[in-house]
């Protein structure tokens, strides 16, 4: 295994502001959205469907992640300086990073849901209740359930500290915090949490929209968009983290060695952790915009005001009722 101490921690000052501004972006953008998608495809949806049972476990998933937020802008605006207490720092850290998996893998669940509805819709038809997909979405919820708390019952986590009288939280891990925890779960997320669900849906998703792509009809090209909009954001924000974090794995475990190329994979990563953040606000953009499988319905006062000033010819606007 490569001591962490060949090589020097490089310096990135960046990271008090490139992160800050992202977290305080995603909490503006994706919380209120996260929130308002969860009420409406878990109480409002009617009937249920596996669609919308896996969009409300994604929705959930995205919220947990940005409650941690608030406790990594105050670590990165105090220059890296964790203050809240070990404790704190696990708990955070392992929602923070499990519940992108989690996004990962509802992300997943609705792409093979969609994939069976357009390639297979006689398979589709007969094993489209939401049963299956609250057992499923259960079932991944005490996965992550049972490794956040074996991870956090195994005590504090050792770190290097590059700087006199601050505490860093959940980076820099010393060679021995490696080699008895963190490699076992790195790789097991980097294969299931990562690469398997990504390349199910860079292979779903395209097969969908050339089954789709035959068939001329305005539903169907909103379709092929939709699809590919989908595969965009995977592309953007998970697929460059995956590459990173594989070259982060090969570097801890010493097959990359050059101090250089470990900089460079430094910086790398804290790039694509904050890409993997903006998903938080691109997923309820997804939700509002491209999908009919729920009618957004506005307020009660506000569709009656809007009625009112219909008739009177004030201006034209069509309300879903």
């Given at each position: 295994m490569m001591n962490m101490t060949n090589c020097s921690i490089p310096s990135a000052e960046y990271?008090?502001?490139?992160?800050?501004?992202?977290?305080?972006?995603?909490?503006?953008?994706?919380?209120?959205?996260?929130?308002?998608?969860?009420?409406?495809f878990t109480f409002r949806t009617k009937p249920r469907t596996a669609f919308s049972v896996y969009i409300s476990n994604l929705a959930l998933a995205d919220i947990v992640i940005l409650c941690t937020l608030p406790f990594k802008i105050h670590y990165h605006i105090n220059r890296n300086n964790w203050v809240f207490g070990d404790i704190a720092c696990r708990i955070t850290g392992i929602l923070f990073f499990a519940n992108i998996y989690m996004s990962i893998c509802f992300m997943t669940c609705i792409?093979?849901?969609?994939?069976?509805?357009?390639v297979h819709p006689h398979t589709y038809l007969r094993l489209q209740s939401p049963w299956w997909s609250v057992v499923v979405s259960a079932m991944l919820w005490c996965v992550v359930g049972v490794a956040i708390l074996v991870f956090i019952l195994m005590g504090p986590l050792e770190?290097?500290?590059?700087?006199?009288?601050?505490?860093?939280?959940?980076?820099?891990?010393?060679?021995?915090?490696?080699?008895?925890?963190l490699a076992a779960y790195s790789l097991l997320c980097l294969t299931?949490?990562?690469?398997?669900?990504?390349?199910?849906?860079?292979?779903?998703?395209?097969?969908?929209?050339?089954?789709?792509?035959?068939?001329?009809?305005?539903?169907?090209?909103?379709?092929?968009?939709?699809?590919?909009?989908?595969?965009?954001?995977?592309?953007?924000?998970?697929?460059?983290?995956?590459?990173?974090?594989?070259l982060h794995l090969l570097r801890r475990m010493g097959i990359i060695q050059s101090c250089s190329a470990a900089e460079v994979i430094y910086h790398a990563r804290r790039v694509t952790m904050?890409?993997?953040?903006?998903?938080?606000?691109?997923?309820?953009?997804?939700?509002?915009?491209?999908?009919?499988?729920?009618?957004?319905?506005?307020?009660?006062?506000?569709?009656?005001?809007?009625?009112?000033?219909?008739?009177?010819?004030?201006?034209?606007?069509?309300v879903d009722e």
């Open positions: 990271q008090s502001y490139l992160f800050p501004a992202v977290y305080i972006l995603a909490l503006v953008v994706g919380l209120p959205g996260n929130v308002a998608a969860l009420f409406v792409c093979v849901d969609r994939y069976m509805a357009i770190t290097i500290e590059d700087k006199p009288g601050s505490r860093t939280c959940f980076e820099n891990f010393t060679k021995n915090e490696w080699n008895s925890r299931l949490g990562s690469l398997l669900p990504s390349l199910i849906i860079l292979v779903c998703y395209p097969l969908a929209a050339r089954r789709i792509s035959t068939i001329k009809t305005k539903t169907a090209q909103k379709a092929v968009r939709v699809i590919y909009t989908i595969l965009a954001i995977i592309l953007l924000c998970f697929l460059p983290n995956h590459v990173v974090y594989l904050a890409l993997v953040t903006l998903n938080t606000c691109l997923d309820p953009v997804l939700y509002y915009v491209t999908t009919n499988h729920c009618k957004w319905k506005c307020p009660k006062m506000i569709c009656q005001w809007r009625r009112i000033r219909k008739r009177r010819g004030v201006y034209i606007i069509t």
